[in-house]
């Protein structure tokens, strides 16, 4: 049996948060694997960035620097890739990260999160699911949750009820798309090694990890590569009987039943 699950010759993914971390990584792994890739940020010299990596390995990447929160602009780049052919992949990844104990939390605060991390999120899963009924694709959506979603840790109030949020977005969203054969999931990674978890001097840096990658059977925290195989596996024809589900990825740090 030839194995042409993976192969997404001749299909047009849309990757946000792409200029950075699990963004870059997937958006780069999606190309390798032979997709069109869109990327999108509001972070210019780093979609640069990814692009030159996509073409240096001989793949096709175009960039839209848009804010995902503001959901005409992510719309009007939907609709752009749209005109020019299918989309079968949406892949939201971009997210910010917040820290601040309940007892700090401003509205704004929370405002800020909701708005990236769950507006951003809704808007994607929105007008990619469009797209696809609009085109007749049977496609695949892909958020980002995170482990954060169902365990609680100070200072993480905003960023968990976001990403619980996104996992309530996919399941709903899975639910009411199935009928136009597109699958809608999310990846729960744990501590990968991103700009986002990049927050402390080095040695401090280096502590937190280690302390991390002591809490997983496999002893190591992840890379963003880690993930992109993750997400190319649910976007891909492989996981055709897969949606509604959250795949954890995160070196058996937590296993829920
Ligand atoms: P990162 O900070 O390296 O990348 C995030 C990207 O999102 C950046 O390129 C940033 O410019 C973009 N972005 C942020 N706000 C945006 C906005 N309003 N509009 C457009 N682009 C925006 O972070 P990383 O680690 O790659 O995270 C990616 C996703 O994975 C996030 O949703 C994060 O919550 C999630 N995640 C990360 C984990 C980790 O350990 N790194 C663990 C679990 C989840």
């Known amino acids: 049996m030839a194995l042409t699950a993976y192969d997404f010759t001749g299909r047009t993914a849309f990757v946000t948060g792409a200029a950075s971390g699990i963004g870059r990584a997937t958006a780069t792994l999606l190309a390798q694997a032979g997709a069109t890739v869109h990327c999108a940020d509001r972070d210019e010299p780093g979609l640069h960035e990814t692009a030159k990596l996509v073409s240096e390995q001989g793949g ?11 959901h005409a602009s992510l719309a ?22 917040h820290t601040s104990t309940v007892l700090e939390t401003r509205d704004e605060d929370l405002d800020r999160v909701l708005a990236v ?11 990619a699911a469009r797209s696809m009924i609009a085109t007749g694709t049977r496609g695949s959506i892909v958020t980002m949750a995170s482990g954060a979603m169902d365990t609680a840790s100070p200072g993480l109030l905003c960023y968990s009820v976001t990403k619980a949020a996104v996992v309530q977005l996919t399941k ?22 991103t700009p986002m978890t990049d927050r402390h001097e080095p040695a401090a840096q280096e502590q937190a990890e280690a302390a991390m990658a002591r809490r ?15 997400v190319l596996h649910l976007a891909s024809d492989a996981a055709a009987f897969t949606t509604g589900q959250i795949l954890r990825p995160n070196g058996g740090v937590a296993m829920p039943w």
């Open 60 to 70: 096709t990447a175009h960039t839209h620097v848009l804010d995902v929160t503001d």
């Open 76 to 97: 009007a780049a939907v609709a752009a890739v749209t005109a020019a052919g299918p989309l079968h992949t949406m892949v939201a990844v971009a997210g910010i990260m």
């Open 117 to 127: 991390n769950f507006k951003g999120v809704l808007y994607a899963c929105q007008e």
């Open 172 to 193: 709903t969203l899975a639910t009411e798309v199935g009928q136009h054969g597109i699958r809608v999931n999310a990846i729960a990674p744990g501590w990968i090694r």
């Open 216 to 230: 997983s059977p496999l002893g190591r925290v992840g890379e963003p590569q880690d993930i992109a195989h993750a």
